[in-house]
């Protein structure tokens, strides 16, 4: 009896934290796996088949939108990523695991997992609930230090992100920017990519590297425009700078920048109400 509750031990521990996974053998993976089929028959017996790239798109779409708008990684490459590592969603990871994005265990996973060779032999896969689960994951995946720069992309900018996954180490095919690129251009997923403002932008940018500032510790490039220094241009933790556009007026920039009128027309020694177009204003310090 001790023994067969000590193998029931090792397969749970070996469907949690990947920390702990080094080492499995394939009478291990092959355990855990079926665990994890068991435990999703349900879902994978009635699991619809896409028929083509096109369906993929239309159920995943407006989820990819969502998660652009929170987060800004351009739409067509959610989906585009997901069409390639999912195999336009038919592929064993999505079916088993819900797994649209080839997302492997990582030191704080505490999920379930998914052995597939892949890089290594049984490397280790996240297992979701649910397809929805894995979109929001894959955004949640790359709010760290290695992708952080990419976040400073405008929205639309799917070449930048597909060149820049590739470049943090997302994928390690040395083409997977141009396969991502002719997908986004095959079918016209770039339809579904958004502009934004230079201030949405200001506050995407500042919300999710904030984020991710909170998540590694330390301090994170603010997007805003910085005084510099004249040795080497480095970035100063000096005052930042905000240039005023038409249509502006010291308090709709006091409500941008969380001040009130007050205390921006003091930190810029402003003595009446009058700012100008093209006109540097100091927004915080």
Known sequence: ????????????????????????????????????????????????????????????????????????????????????????????????????????????????SYFKNDDKINDCFRVY????????????FLKRKRYAHLFELD??????????????????NPAYPQMIINLVKRYNLDQYDMSESDYQKIKREDRVLSQINKNIGKPVKDSLQHVTTPIKMQFAPVN????????????????????????LKTLNSIGDDQIKIGQQIIVAH
């Open 240 to 263: 930042k700078l905000y240039e005023v556009k038409q249509g502006d007026t010291l308090y709709n920039v006091s409500k941008r920048f969380g001040l009130s009128v007050d205390e």
């Open 1 to 112: 009896m001790y023994k067969k509750w000590a193998f029931f031990l090792v397969i749970i521990v070996f469907t949690s934290c990947h920390s702990r996974k080094k080492g499995i053998t394939n009478h291990q993976a092959t355990r855990n796996n079926q665990s994890v089929q068991k435990l999703n028959k349900d879902a994978i017996a009635n699991y619809t088949t896409f028929g083509g790239v096109d369906q993929y798109i239309d159920r995943f779409r407006n989820i990819a939108v969502q998660e652009m708008n929170i987060y800004g990684i351009p739409a067509s490459i959610t989906l585009a990523q997901g069409l390639l590592e999912s195999g336009n969603g038919n592929g064993e990871l999505a079916v088993v695991a819900n797994n649209h994005f080839g997302i492997k265990c990582t030191s704080d996973w505490k999920g379930k």
């Open 155 to 172: 929205k639309n900018d799917y070449e930048g992100w597909a060149y820049g996954l590739k470049a943090a180490g997302y994928a390690t």
């Open 129 to 140: 609930d649910n397809p929805e689960s894995s979109f929001r994951d894959h955004s949640e």
